[in-house]
């Protein structure tokens, strides 16, 4: 199971850190991210980071945003800096475990404000 946490209301130029915390070890993941959904747009990819470390970011975030992982506490981290209205979006955290199985939080509202 994959619970974020952290998403809220934040004016232009704002920052916010999300964090999504694991019911069990984040080591089993092959890789993790973050994903959001905007209304009336796909799903997409914000960040992406490997079990190895290596990290893969959307251009349209590059720069602004930082994903991390801490596996002593199970959690990963999207720190987001320079909001923009366009942000705006429920973000998801993401768990590949391989031989196609993943993991989907429930989602957390990001509203960035003009």
């Known amino acids: 199971q994959l619970v974020e946490s952290g998403g809220g209301l934040v004016q232009t130029g704002g920052s916010l850190r999300l964090s999504c915390v694991a019911s069990g070890s984040i080591l089993s993941f092959n890789a993790m991210g973050w994903y959001r959904q905007a209304p009336g747009k796909q799903r997409e990819l914000v960040a992406f980071i490997g079990s190895g470390g290596w990290t893969h970011y959307a251009g349209s975030v590059e720069g602004r945003v930082t994903i991390s992982t801490d596996s002593a506490k199970n959690t990963m981290y999207l720190e987001m800096n320079s909001l923009k209205p366009e942000d705006t979006a429920v973000y998801y955290c993401?768990?590949?475990?391989?031989?196609?199985?993943?993991?989907w939080g429930q989602g957390t509202q990001v509203t960035v404000s003009s």
């Open positions: 993401y768990g590949d475990l391989g031989q196609g199985a993943t993991l």
